[in-house]
Each structure stands twice: as structure tokens, then as C-alpha cells.
């Protein structure tokens, strides 16, 4: 009797992969082209959710090396209606209209995308990957044209490897933000004074120290602050050079200083590795 995935060595060695990496970009491209090989389909990708963006996004092998995709998350791809629905699709002809309107009357796929590359999509398999616990998920993954369309076992295999995708990404994407937390303290050492804030891209805090406390005249506490919006909590900083200069460092990702009555504030973008500003940290020195 033919042994199934699930009893092989080829098995075994894809979960040891899997479960063992906390390298994102490894999930995305080498764990990936295994359980492609796997399901015999002639391409797939694993996209991760941004939602500050409403988008998917993911990293392919390109002659110059990873090349991050985006595409928006709406039911004008496959990947994204699969997202928003949070449901398996299996098409064998994604250019068949009316297979697509059976499953949403707005679902439609996108033909620019084999327009401008010369590949000719037939069979589609996307497949929710959900998060450890609750019903929510933390991307999809995409598999392209196999011969004959993709099986029922396929849908099965790729439902019991789409939980060991999601423990594994979950897992690489918190070390990836350990690291860059230790990056960010790295980066700013030399710069610290007697306040530090950390902003994300919509101004809200990410973390700060006990200066902010006082700052605030004790009415937040750090905890309190985390996550909300630095010019509601600080409303005597609004419509000044402060945020003039916030605004002007997110936009530009240069360096800022702003002067205030009685304080200096050093402003500094932390970069992702494409350059993008990232996080801003705020440096409060009493003048």
C-alpha cells in the first residue's frame, strides 16, 4: 500500500524545516518551493498580512536577488478574497468567469499580472494560514497551474501544512521583531538624554520611559501611553515645531530637531532595510 505525505521521510524533513527556522525570508521562498514540489504545482507563494496597509505581501527569488510583492487585500485577486473570507479557493481555470461568480458575484481575477510577465494562470489553490489560537489568520498561501487541476488530497495536505505555517511565521516573525528592537536600542544609545519615545507611522506610542511620565504631569503611565496617540496625550505639543518636524521625518525619513519652550527634541527615523521609515524615535532633552 502507497504510504501517504503524512507517513514519508519527505514529510518529516518539511516539517523539520518549517518548525525550525525563525528566517522569514527562508518561509517565504525555501519552505515555500518545498511544499510546492510537494502539491507538483508550477509556482506558489506565501503572502503575509499587513494591515496597517490593508495588503498582502511577500518576498520572491528574482536574478538580482528577494523582491518584496504587495498586492491590496480586495476581492479582485484570489489571494485577497481568500483573505477577506478567510476560505479555501480551488479554481481549475481562473479565467473562467463564471466559476468565479459562483463563489462571490465581485470576485475576479486580475490578467495584468500575465499580461506583463507571459505566464498564462489556470488552476488556482489559495489556502487560509491561520494564527496559533482563535479563528483569525495571518496570510494565505498561493499555489499555481498543476496538470489536471489540484485534488481534494492537495486541499487536505495543504490545510495540515497550513497550521505548521502559521506556528512557524508567527514564531520567525516575533524573533524579527526582538531583533529589531535590539537594533532600534543599538541605534539610538549614543543619542539618549534624559526622555525617550518611540512612535510608529501613525504617531502612536510604542514605548517610552519614565521622563514621558513626568512629562505628562503623572497623569499617564507608561502602560497607559503605549498605543496611543502621542498629540492626544501630549495635546500642548500640537500645532508646534514638534510636530511640524515629526511630520517632516515621516515624510522624508531625515533626521529632525524641533525647540520648544524649555525642551530640545531630537527626532530620528529608524530605516527598514529598503529605506522606508520604519519607526521614529523622539529624544527630550531639557534645555
Known amino acids: 500500500m502507497e504510504k501517504s505525505l503524512f507517513e514519508t521521510d519527505r514529510f518529516f524533513e ?11 525570508n527562508q518561509i517565504l521562498t525555501e519552505v515555500v518551493e ?40 480586495t476581492k479582485k485577486s ?14 481549475r481555470d481562473a479565467y473562467d468567469d ?4 459562483r ?13 506583463k510577465s507571459g505566464f498564462r494562470t489556470e488552476s488556482v489553490l489559495v489556502v487560509p494560514i491561520p494564527v496559533k489560537a482563535g479563528k483569525d489568520i495571518i496570510g494565505v498561501f ?22 505548521l505555517l502559521g506556528i512557524a511565521v508567527q514564531n520567525a516573525l516575533l524573533y524579527q521583531i526582538i531583533e529589531d528592537e535590539k537594533k532600534l536600542l543599538e541605534y539610538i544609545i549614543d543619542d539618549i538624554g534624559e526622555g525617550v519615545c518611540i512612535l510608529d507611522m501613525r504617531k502612536r506610542v510604542v514605548a517610552a520611559n519614565k521622563f ?10 507608561l502602560q497607559e501611553m503605549t498605543g ?43 530605516l527598514d532595510d529598503k529605506g522606508r521609515v520604519k519607526r521614529l524615535v523622539l529624544i527630550f532633552t531639557r534645555t
Open 103 to 115: 463563489l462571490d458575484a465581485d470576485l475576479c481575477f486580475d490578467r495584468r499580472w500575465d499580461q
Open 212 to 221: 514621558l511620565e513626568v512629562m505628562s504631569g503623572h497623569r499617564y503611565t
Open 228 to 270: 496611543e496617540y502621542f498629540f492626544e496625550l501630549f495635546e500642548n505639543f500640537r500645532k508646534t515645531q514638534l510636530e511640524e518636524k515629526v511630520d517632516e521625518a515621516i515624510l522624508h525619513g531625515f533626521r529632525k530637531a524641533a525647540l520648544l519652550e524649555v525642551l530640545e527634541v531630537k527626532i530620528i527615523p529608524y
Open 14 to 24: 518539511i516539517l523539520n524545516t518549517i518548525l525550525s527556522t525563525l528566517d522569514i
Open 98 to 101: 463564471s466559476a468565479l461568480r
Open 142 to 163: 498561493q499555489a499555481f497551474n498543476k496538470t489536471g487541476g489540484f485534488t481534494v488530497s492537495d486541499v487536505g495536505i495543504m490545510e495540515q501544512l497550513s497550521y
Open 34 to 73: 518545498d511544499i510546492r514540489s510537494i502539491i507538483q504545482a508550477d509556482r506558489c507563494t506565501l503572502y503575509l498580512i499587513d494591515r496597517e496597509n490593508n495588503e498582502l505581501y511577500s518576498k520572491v527569488l528574482q536574478a538580482d536577488g528577494l523582491v518584496e510583492v504587495r498586492i491590496p487585500v
Open 78 to 91: 484570489l489571494a485577497g478574497y481568500s483573505t477577506i473570507t478567510k476560505k479555501v479557493v480551488n479554481i
